[in-house]
């Protein structure tokens, strides 16, 4: 039977879609597992040189064995990520035959590359501090591991899921349902009320982000497609491609400019969350060498201590006429749980910045301070960054913005102590996200480029929806939030389809919206059950 395509129609693929299949070449095989082999050597090697600097003594194998195991895992997720969520990126040069499939996927790969190392790690913390208190602070022992394990494999199960389907599901809506899952579920098994496993405000700031970045994307790019034809004239601008043709050089060039920041944005912002995890699992099994910024300059050192002394009067302020007997620690934890406060939280929390300051001048600075002390220090600083952090948003704390200044000071210099990503974190994620993205891509393109809207995408169109991509995630970079790369970038495509009167095929659109909705609770069922089940194992 002959395929007929129908006027408006993108059918049939074979004959009007981009050519997608490329034979493989060998040497691109040897190239592929070369550089992930190195990566993995290179890995080894970072930790070595870091644990031998640290001084650490290696007396058993099994907490190093649980490391490169968790480590493996977390660089698995970034490499699905890559090839699930990069593919929107090519689709639009793929489908307007302005790059060649294999070499979009290579430049977009190298793109991601230099976004992840130029990133800035505010998203990756963010993530991270979605998860309650107890488990960061206990991430070494078996509730930890149980912890990085359960998240990180029920966010790689429903991304392969959803992979296998064809359907540009998000990443980063994922690993958000499987950190809440993980609380809820620890929560659960402690005793508590589920919700108390969370911080809701944080899950609320971020689930905000996800909720209206595709609404963001489907506006703005229908309203920037009209600018564009109101503005630029040229009607070859929203033709579609002509066979195999490529489209004229400087349609072409804008077309790969965006794919390009897209591309660099996409793996500035999710590459982030890679990085969280992995500093988790660092922390949890060698605290002696990732604990603790040891890199931190002697400038920092004295700043710290004069952050410390502010922050100390303003909190001493509000705790005058109390005494804390014993350990201030666990009114201080209790703060941060259930976000109270009662006649021991400033009590304690001075008792405890104050103990914070003695520690680091007892050694002058970070780099000397013994072994044995770097993990419980750390700890008092997340601790306390934490209760200053809720604090700040606490309207029975009663703080002036002169107070509030003060402790935000002292929460910064906090965090550049505890919340830092060694370099060769960075390089290694990038280049798990990177060739995720050469693998694997092809499913995602083929929703994105032809089954979204009824006819063919024009140049303008594939133009207007990755400027919005890409504004659109550099924007949340800027506010240290997640969004999903694919949820934007689809939903852009959805709105110059609308917006040029294409019409959008509903099946597809369907399908994705229900993805949509079902992540976040099938990713917490998974991670929840996960999390039950290792808590036991380990």
Request: charged share 10%; aromatic share 10%; glycine share 10%.
């Amino acid at each position: 039977m002959t395929d007929i395509a129908l006027p408006g129609s993108i059918e049939p693929a074979r004959e009007r879609g981009p050519k997608l299949d490329h034979a493989t070449n060998p040497l691109q095989l040897i190239l592929f597992f070369g550089v992930l082999a190195a990566a993995v050597l290179f890995v080894a090697y970072s930790i070595y040189v870091d644990i031998d600097a640290a001084g650490v003594k290696v007396s058993a194998y099994l907490p190093f064995l649980l490391l490169f195991v968790a480590l493996m895992i977390a660089l698995g997720f970034e490499f699905v990520n890559g090839f699930h969520d990069t593919a929107n990126a090519v689709a639009t040069v793929i489908y307007t035959r302005s790059l060649p499939a294999n070499l979009a996927v290579v430049w977009s790969g190298v793109f991601n590359l230099l976004g992840v190392l130029w990133s800035s790690g505010a998203v990756a913390f963010g993530i991270v501090s979605l998860l309650p208190v107890e488990l960061i602070l206990q991430v070494g022992s078996s509730a930890g591991f149980a912890m990085v394990f359960a998240l990180l494999i029920a966010a790689i199960i429903w991304n392969l899921g959803t992979w296998s389907f064809g359907l540009p599901a998000s990443s980063s809506h994922t690993l958000i349902g499987s950190v809440i899952g993980v609380g809820v579920a620890n929560a659960l098994l402690h005793g508590r009320n589920g919700t108390s496993g969370v911080d809701w405000n944080q899950a609320l700031a971020i689930g905000k982000a996800l909720l209206f970045s595709p609404v963001f994307g489907f506006v703005l790019a229908g309203i920037l497609l009209f600018a564009v034809k109101f503005i630029i004239r040229n009607k070859d601008l929203y033709s579609e491609p002509k066979g195999n043709n490529p489209p004229p050089l400087w349609i072409r060039g804008i077309l790969v400019l965006t794919c390009t920041l897209v591309s660099f944005f996409h793996g500035s912002n999710d590459g982030q969350k890679g990085m969280g995890l992995i500093m988790l699992i660092l922390i949890g099994t060698v605290p002696t060498a990732y604990a603790l910024n040891r890199a931190m300059p002697q400038s920092q050192i004295e700043r710290f201590m004069q952050n410390s002394e502010a922050a100390s009067a303003v909190i001493g302020a509000k705790a005058a006429g109390y005494n804390v007997l014993g350990d201030p620690r666990p009114a201080v934890t209790l703060y941060v749980a259930q976000h109270q406060i009662n006649e021991g939280t400033f009590p304690s929390l001075a008792v405890l910045v104050k103990d914070i300051a003695r520690q680091v001048a007892d050694y002058g600075s970070i780099a000397r301070m013994p072994a044995e002390k770097v993990g419980n220090t750390r700890n008092d600083m997340y601790l306390a960054s934490e209760a200053i952090r809720f604090l700040m948003k606490d309207k029975e704390a009663d703080l002036t913005d002169k107070e509030i200044v003060a402790l935000n000071n002292y929460k910064g210099s906090l965090d550049n102590a505890t919340k830092f990503i060694p370099g060769w974190v960075k390089i290694v994620v990038a280049i798990a996200l990177g060739l995720g993205t050469m693998v694997g891509w092809k499913r995602i393109v083929v929703t994105v480029g032809s089954k979204i809207g009824k006819t063919h995408l024009t140049y303008a169109q594939g133009a207007c929806a990755e400027i919005t991509a890409a504004a659109t995630i550099a924007a949340a970079d800027v506010y240290g939030l997640p969004v999903s790369t694919t949820h934007v970038l689809s939903s852009g495509i959805a709105g110059t389809m609308a917006a040029n009167g294409s019409g959008l095929q509903w099946s597809t659109v369907r399908n994705i919206a229900l993805a949509w909705v079902l992540t976040l609770p099938a990713a917490m069922t998974l991670s929840g059950v996960l999390y039950l089940i290792f808590s036991r194992l380990f």
